[in-house]
């Protein structure tokens, strides 16, 4: 996984969250502030400005790069938490990057998101995806999986969380103010999280 890898990484994240952006919004409208979509479209707009206008030399560059960008540019919770995840990835990773170290790296980007938004798994939040994928790239590389199908794994780990928290009760952000109400619909964090995961497995393979 060279540098490469990475800016291909996000510039279909970014494609995806475009193609994706209204369904986001719908579900952070039933239980947030309608803006979870729109605002993920422009900070991976910007993600990618950013990196074609200073291409970064190492996949360490081009993680900080994007969660910087992230953080700077992307209001609410979304650009914060997301930009905490990559700098933190960035900051963690070891080069020449292996599975094993994007695998440590991926799960302190996590543990970073969890720190800063005070979540754990069941809170309803975009933990519920991430915690799973982190779980399932660890047990590829001990399983010694190939890239490919590790992240494979871990997108359809994401998924599935993702669709785990719709009978979960919000008990973080914006969302938990509705109590029982929030009973019912996927987190838009949640699902933007399993997008973005699903997007290093597209790159892996080849398709984007």
Request: glycine share 10%.
């Amino acid at each position: 996984m060279d540098t490469a890898f990475f800016v291909a990484w996000f510039e279909d994240a970014a494609k995806v969250v475009r193609l994706r952006r209204d369904e986001l919004t719908r579900l952070d409208a039933a239980i947030g502030d309608a803006d979870h979509g729109a605002n993920l479209d422009r900070g991976f707009a910007e993600v990618r400005a950013a990196l074609t206008d200073w291409p970064p030399a190492s996949p360490v560059q081009a993680l900080v790069s994007a969660g910087t960008t992230l953080i700077r540019r992307v209001g609410g919770a979304s650009g914060p938490l997301y930009g905490s995840a990559f700098r933190q990835m960035g900051k963690t990773l070891e080069e020449p990057v292996t599975l094993a170290r994007f695998a440590g790296a991926f799960e302190a980007g996590v543990v970073a998101v969890e720190r800063l938004g005070k979540a754990a798994p069941g809170d309803k939040t975009m933990i519920d995806a991430l915690a799973p994928a982190s779980r399932a790239l660890a047990l590829a590389v001990r399983e010694g999986l190939e890239p490919l199908e590790a992240f494979e794994r871990a997108a359809r780990a994401a998924e599935e969380g993702a669709l785990a928290t719709i009978p979960m009760r919000a008990r973080k952000g914006r969302a938990s103010y509705l109590g029982e109400r929030s009973v019912g619909h996927e987190d838009p964090g949640a699902a933007s999280s399993a997008l973005i995961v699903a997007s290093l497995a597209t790159v892996a393979g080849g398709v984007s």
